[in-house]
């Protein structure tokens, strides 16, 4: 079946550091690909998406390009703030609206 | 504009006892969700309704979980009788679903985190 597998984390980084959360995917036919941020003691937030091959989808200084060769769809931010620190999750949707989501990644922004 | 609404935010109960979850979607979405996720883990697809239909229950746990959504508005999530596993945090969500999209965005709601004792 579909699945989604997401870098483990915690990832702690300095503020302004680089950031990249790793992810790839498994999946029959050609699925749209997501980010979802979930903010302390708040619900899931669609972060950014790609609804086909080589799309590119950014919000808020996030990106992620949808990779089909390598099943792919890497979180990067060039500069990461306190404010960010937030548990991503990486998810697709290969038919009828389902969302299938990777496990999370938690990510610690240090100042 | 509101967004989902989900009560209790938070519920603790022993084991065998019911518990009940209650979701109100986003004035106007005709597709509602309850996802299921537990401690370290992503959200999990329980059940999804369009209008009042349960389209996709497969997930559903059907001897001891019950769910509906009587008019096509708010929703209900049951568990009788809880066990200590079912102790998770349980998400509803809603979307728009038109037909000339491929995909219709979900709103999630903050969640009902469950401890059974």
């Known amino acids: 079946g579909d699945s989604v597998t997401q870098m483990e984390g915690p990832v702690t980084l300095s503020e302004e550091a680089f950031l990249t959360i790793n992810c790839t995917y498994t999946a029959t036919g050609y699925p749209s690909l997501f980010w979802y941020v979930q903010y302390p003691g708040e619900g899931l937030q669609l972060l950014l998406k790609?609804?086909?091959?080589?799309d590119k989808g950014s919000n808020k200084g996030f990106e992620a390009t949808y990779r089909k060769e390598t099943t792919s769809f890497h979180l990067e931010k060039g500069s990461v703030q306190v404010s960010d620190s937030a548990v991503y999750f990486c998810?697709?949707?290969?038919?009828?609206?389902?969302?299938?989501f990777g496990a999370g990644t938690i990510l610690r922004v240090k100042s | 504009e509101a967004g989902v609404v989900q009560s209790p935010r938070y519920k603790i109960i022993e084991k065998k006892q019911p518990v009940a979850f209650w979701c109100n979607p986003i004035s106007g979405h005709n597709t509602l969700y309850w996802y299921l996720q537990n401690l370290g883990q992503g959200p999990e697809l329980l059940i999804r309704y369009e209008n009042e239909e349960a389209v996709d229950d497969s997930q559903l746990p059907k001897d001891r979980f019950s769910a509906e959504r009587l008019k096509g508005v708010d929703s209900t999530l049951k568990i009788q009788p809880a066990e200590l596993g079912d102790s998770a945090v349980y998400l509803c969500?809603?979307?728009?679903?038109?037909?000339?999209?491929?995909?219709?965005?979900?709103?999630f709601g903050p969640g009902t985190r469950l401890t059974v004792l």
């Open positions: 998810a697709l949707s290969a038919y009828g609206n389902k969302l299938v």
């Open positions: 969500a809603s979307s728009y679903l038109s037909w000339d999209s491929s995909y219709n965005e979900q709103f």
């Open positions: 790609a609804t086909k091959a080589d």
